[in-house]
């Protein structure tokens, strides 16, 4: 049967829409499959944002200063916050004050990474800004180990003037400003081989000393590795700021970004421009 003009003009016009549903439809799968590609990079990528909404591992604990530390007595401070002045990363940190007594602590501790061998370690590194100290305090980091060890790296035991020998001198401590800690490079003491200050060694020591096999565990349920304020005596008074804490293997490093508020993710606003110009797109057509 013969169509009319207006018969095959109307199927020409359903062909070619359907022609650009199928292409609109094909586009967005090539979306969704580099948004998921991108989401997952991000979810295994370098990194990491903990705010109170999503701790991803971390937890504040507090001690009192009595001789049994009773966890979450005294009058510690432990909280994210905004600032101080412009933090390595994001607008936010978390802020460590021991309060009214120094030798009570104010800490932060991550339980992931347990079993992974120290000798693994390729980067570990983090940030502070201190406005309160006993003169050569900021926060320290403590690793926990398989053998029953423990590790201390203290950042004024790493400096040029600390006496140790240090062949990658860090710098000065210094109040209200940030700096940055390379701890894989600066000097360690343990509880079991060799002490602090002129009796720290480098971190190849620490390998040599501990042992090949020797890992990261959690002590109990309270994470093996720790950032920590105080545990020093009564009349000192701690008030620092921590963010930009990385640690890595050679399988790669991530870095956690303390926040007060989680930053929207820049790849979900991606994702949610995309989709809206589709659909402005589909509404238009």
Known sequence: MKR????????????KNEGSERRMNGMKYVIIIVLLTALTAVSHGATVVVSPA????WAF???DGDPTYTYGAGDAITEMVN???TPPLGTGSAHFNTGSDGSQSAQLRLSDWSGTPIANLTSLSYSTYATSWNGQQVPYLTLWL???????FEPTYSSAGAGNGNPNPQANLALNTWQTWDA????????????PGSNAKTWAD??????????LVNSGAKGGIRIASGFASLGES????????TIGTADGATTYDFEAVPEPSTIALVGLGVFGALAIRRRKA
Request: charged letters at 20%; aromatic letters at 14%.
């Open 54 to 57: 999503n701790m991803d591992g």
């Open 238 to 245: 701690f008030d620092a700021n921590v963010d930009n804490f």
């Open 146 to 152: 398989s053998n029953g060890d423990r590790l201390w």
């Open 184 to 195: 894989l490079n600066g000097m360690w003491y343990t509880d079991n081989h060799f002490g």
């Open 83 to 85: 600032g101080p002045v």
């Open 4 to 15: 009319t003009t207006q018969a095959f003009h109307s199927e020409c016009v359903k062909e």
């Open 206 to 215: 620490v390998l040599t000393a501990e042992g090949p096999s020797v890992t």
């Open 61 to 63: 604990y507090k001690t």
